[in-house]
């Protein structure tokens, strides 16, 4: 069974920069793709980046510039960089996991719990 633990939310000031890392078990690590959604309140949980098992990076438009997404296999972790923090990134930030980037840009994946990411103007 797929298990995915996110940790690195917090609350910070607008500008600043956070490292969200989620952690694997249960799943070949280096054969799935891994990727981020996040989902503010009352809004739709949405795509913000995601990485192939072959280190191929995508990215929500609006991020591109600020969030970085890799991945150590030797760790079974993904990471999210995430600079310039906008009061508007303010969400749960998820981490999903899929053999393919097409179910993982889906939302067909598995989850975790979620981190909280706040950030205050």
């Known amino acids: 069974q797929v298990q995915l633990v996110e940790s690195g939310g917090g609350l910070v000031q607008a500008g600043g920069s956070l490292r969200l890392s989620c952690t694997a078990s249960?799943?070949?690590?280096?054969?799935?793709?891994m990727g981020w959604f996040r989902q503010a309140p009352g809004k739709e949980r949405e795509f913000v980046a995601g990485i192939s098992w072959s280190n191929s990076t995508y990215y929500l438009d609006s991020v591109r510039d600020r969030f970085t997404i890799s991945r150590d296999n030797a760790k079974n972790t993904v990471y999210l960089h995430v600079n310039s923090l906008k009061p508007e990134d303010t969400a749960v930030y998820f981490c999903?996991?899929?053999?393919?980037?097409?179910?993982?840009?889906?939302?067909?994946?598995?989850w975790g719990q979620g981190t909280q990411v706040t950030v205050s103007s």
């Open positions: 999903t996991a899929a053999k393919s980037m097409s179910t993982i840009t889906s939302a067909r994946g598995s």
């Open positions: 249960g799943l070949t690590f280096s054969s799935y793709g």
